[in-house]
């Protein structure tokens, strides 16, 4: 029997650093010991997101080829190896029809035990997948508030703006100009290619994607 470690962060930043990966290796290793153990390998995966799911990132993929029937693998937390329920259990049904045992350190030992380890790893997979939900529709809403007050999200600025000094997008009064011109001529039932016509006649140059973006805003 083989046994082996997994341990992740999120962040290159993390990964230099290196705390977060050392207490997590230290967490597999202090397991292994612990339960007799002969700790073969620790996989570490460096500055990958919990949303990419096991068999894509390059460390899982590794793990997962490694992986014989009758080995072991130790991991300190839930979220650093899986994404959500579905991924989870996927690899949960994997593990059992090969012998293969899954000790989470946070779940207490080997979830790929008996009905009861099964049932609690279920639950506490569907709750990690739940609080992940609820963190994305918190960024949501704070982007959609940002959104609403005129705050600048990142990309590119929009026609007819520039960026404050408070992160503010603030309106450019020749371009607010042709903007209302681009959506009254549209609201004439013009099509995008006339509008960019009319518009360099009169020495506006924007592209077409513009004009269509000035179009849905409207």
């Known amino acids: 029997m083989a046994v082996y470690g997994y341990a992740r962060v999120s962040t290159l ?4 650093e290196g705390e977060s990966l050392a207490v997590q290796n230290r967490q597999i290793i202090n397991y292994a010991a ?39 693998v130790i991991t300190p937390k839930l979220d650093r190896m899986f994404r959500s329920a579905i991924d989870a259990l996927g690899i949960l049904d994997q593990f059992k029809s090969q012998d293969i045992g899954l000790h989470m350190i946070d779940l207490g030992g080997n979830v790929c035990g008996d009905g009861i380890s099964k049932l609690m790893f279920t639950i506490l997979s569907a709750v990690a997948e739940a609080e992940r ?37 603030n309106p450019i009064p020749t ?21 960019q016509s009319f518009l360099k006649n009169n020495d506006i140059n924007i592209s077409i994607s513009t004009i269509h973006r000035i179009c849905l805003d409207n």
């Open 13 to 16: 930043r993390q990964a230099d």
């Open 34 to 72: 612990l339960h007799g153990f002969t700790l073969d390998q620790v996989f570490i995966e460096r500055g990958v997101s919990g949303s990419t799911s096991l068999s894509e990132r390059s460390e899982g993929q590794l793990l997962l080829k490694t992986l014989k029937p009758g080995d072991c």
């Open 133 to 169: 939900d609820r963190i994305r529709e918190r960024i949501a809403q704070v982007k959609s508030d940002q959104k609403h007050r005129g705050r600048y999200l990142g990309g590119k600025i929009p026609f007819g703006f520039e960026l404050g000094p408070n992160g503010n997008l």
């Open 175 to 195: 371009q607010q100009e042709v903007i209302n011109l681009v959506q009254e001529l549209r609201r004439k039932k013009n099509t995008f290619r006339y509008i």
